[in-house]
């Protein structure tokens, strides 16, 4: 059964990226239970994402990965899997982030931007 902790802090936990994922996708806590064909319920995503569950199974984080469109590697490294010395020296960033020195406010920030673009784009699909 995966443990249950206190985050770093909350900007940096594994749950807070989560949820800045989810965001960036425009998806609801259901819409990825959908996507996920089930594999991952969203009162279990809620939990994650609240920093309940702290190191879910890898199957959980393959599936929110290509749900999320982001590297599985840097999702087995932010929920304690892998060291970040792991991936030599190359930093695991999302797909869209080509740039290999972002550091991760830098990542935080873009991710936050996308989801308010996005979210202005609904807006005015509406």
């Known amino acids: 059964?995966?443990?249950?902790?206190?985050?770093?802090?909350?900007?940096?936990s594994f749950g807070a990226h989560l949820v800045r994922l989810r965001n960036a996708a425009r998806l609801s806590?259901?819409?990825v239970e959908e996507a996920t064909e089930k594999e991952v319920s969203n009162a279990y995503l809620s939990?994650?994402?609240?920093?309940?569950?702290?190191?879910?199974?890898?199957?959980?984080?393959?599936?929110?990965a290509r749900v999320y469109k982001?590297?599985?590697d840097d999702l087995m490294e932010r929920a304690g899997y892998m060291s970040s010395g792991a991936?030599?020296?190359k930093k695991a960033k999302a797909a869209t982030?080509?740039?290999q020195d972002l550091?991760?406010?830098?990542?935080?920030?873009l991710l936050a931007y996308l989801g308010f673009i996005r979210d202005q784009k609904k807006k005015r699909d509406k």
């Open 1 to 12: 059964m995966p443990k249950t902790g206190d985050p770093k802090s909350p900007d940096d």
């Open 29 to 31: 806590l259901r819409q």
């Open 47 to 64: 939990q994650l994402e609240n920093n309940k569950i702290v190191k879910p199974s890898p199957h959980i984080l393959d599936a929110l």
């Open 70 to 72: 982001t590297p599985y």
């Open 87 to 89: 991936s030599a020296g």
């Open 97 to 99: 982030f080509a740039v």
């Open 103 to 109: 550091t991760g406010e830098e990542e935080k920030a």
